[in-house]
């Protein structure tokens, strides 16, 4: 829950955007978004307690959240401690690489400690949103990494983003395209429900806001188209994006716009939330982090386990390497965006080179062929 300065209530403002068209892809995969999915988790989440930084219900939740990614088969998951006030949590981060730019991220995030209560929509209902979001995604290609995380501490003061942004960020030099925030997303019943706050960057530095207002508006454009929803544009303030943007990241995020009375409250529990509006919000955002990261269809019928074919140096210059670890290769077709083949070789050994030396600076499909098996892989040529 944020407090909000009052005196900037007044100048929320509707917008109100032409839905587009759904890319049939995306929407094929936000018709998977399940209610009882998001409900069953949403009520688990809340059944562990008050969460606070070293509570035992802070353990539980996280272990729990751990096992459930798990048991989706992810397998890339992070513990990262975070201390405060003589207390110690965690956060949990939940890497899942990208085809095309493995070492850029999008951030996919909300807190999942609470103060005073459950914590059913603060932030029961964004934790929720990300793992129904992290669910469906499991085995979908995307050509941007995607980090998960659920942060601790926020409700003591962005402790769990700020130490994360601190430890992670800034030493490894993390390359993130975009932080996507979600926090307090859980309705209130018996209103009517039907509009979701997108937040954009309005605060200092100011050389990341207009990159977050683009986002921001292609994320209101992906809530009414996927959600389903009216969308509100307001600024982003007091949740675990501000750590992100202190550092020149790009953010945007979600929050509730029938403001809830009930978090940091022990209110805040289920029966106050309106589940038809999360499950609303989780299809807008799982639209929304389709676009940001760029899930792509796979077009084989038997798709190769692309994980295991290994294709480097990507951007490539002169050549590129292929290892196919252990698949057996018949046919290899080099072929530009319109399908044309530009290159086509036959390989018995599953260790070889592709000579790219000749071509232009572009996007190309490598098709590597293995009897009835097919797997489509892009590569970028980029000369030096
Ligand atoms: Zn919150």
Redesign the pocket.
């Known amino acids: 829950?944020k407090l909000i300065p009052f005196i900037l209530v007044g100048f929320l403002f509707s917008i109100s955007v032409q839905a587009q068209l759904p890319n049939v892809f995306y929407q094929s995969l936000v018709d998977q978004v399940s209610y009882t999915e998001v409900e069953e988790n949403l009520t688990e989440l809340a059944g562990f307690g008050e969460k606070t930084l070293g509570s035992a219900a802070e353990e539980n939740a996280l272990n729990w959240m751990k096992d459930l990614y798990q048991s989706w088969g992810y397998t890339d998951i992070e513990l990262h401690e975070v201390n405060a006030y003589g207390q110690s949590g965690y956060n949990l981060i939940v890497t899942k690489t990208g085809t095309l730019y493995p070492d850029t991220y999008i951030i996919v995030d909300g807190?999942y400690d609470t103060v005073n209560g459950p914590g059913a929509n603060?932030?029961g209902s964004g934790t929720a949103v990300i793992l129904e979001t992290a669910r469906i995604l499991k085995d979908i290609s995307t050509e941007y990494s995607i980090k998960f995380i659920h942060f601790t501490a926020?409700?003591w003061g962005l402790f769990g983003s700020y130490q994360y942004v601190e430890d992670i960020v800034i030493p490894q030099n993390l390359d993130i395209r975009l932080v996507f925030n979600i926090?307090?997303v859980g309705g209130v019943a018996g209103q009517i429900n039907d509009t979701i706050t997108c937040e954009q960057d309005e605060s200092s530095p100011h050389h990341n806001n207009s990159e977050s207002a683009a986002y921001t508006n292609d994320l209101m454009n992906y809530m009414e188209t996927y959600g389903g929803l009216f969308t509100d544009l307001s600024y982003a303030y007091g949740?675990d994006y501000v750590p992100f943007q202190e550092e020149g990241f790009v953010i945007t995020g979600i929050y509730e716009y029938n403001v809830s009375p009930y978090?940091h409250t022990p209110q805040d529990t289920l029966e106050n939330l309106d589940f038809e509006f999360i499950h609303k919000v989780a299809k807008g955002t799982l639209g929304a982090v389709c676009h940001f990261a760029q899930a792509t269809e796979t077009m084989g019928i038997h798709e190769i386990d692309s994980s295991k074919i290994k294709i480097f140096p990507n951007p490539a210059d002169r050549f590129i390497q292929v290892n196919t670890q252990g698949n057996e290769i018949q046919n290899v077709q080099l072929m530009d965006l319109s399908g044309r083949i530009l290159l086509e070789e036959k390989f018995q050994q599953n260790d070889f080179q592709i000579n790219t030396s000749g071509l232009a600076d572009g996007i190309y499909i490598l098709k590597i062929s293995n009897g009835n098996s097919v797997s489509n892989q892009k590569i970028i040529v980029q000369h030096k």
């Open positions: 829950m807190h603060d932030n926020e409700e926090d307090q949740s978090p």
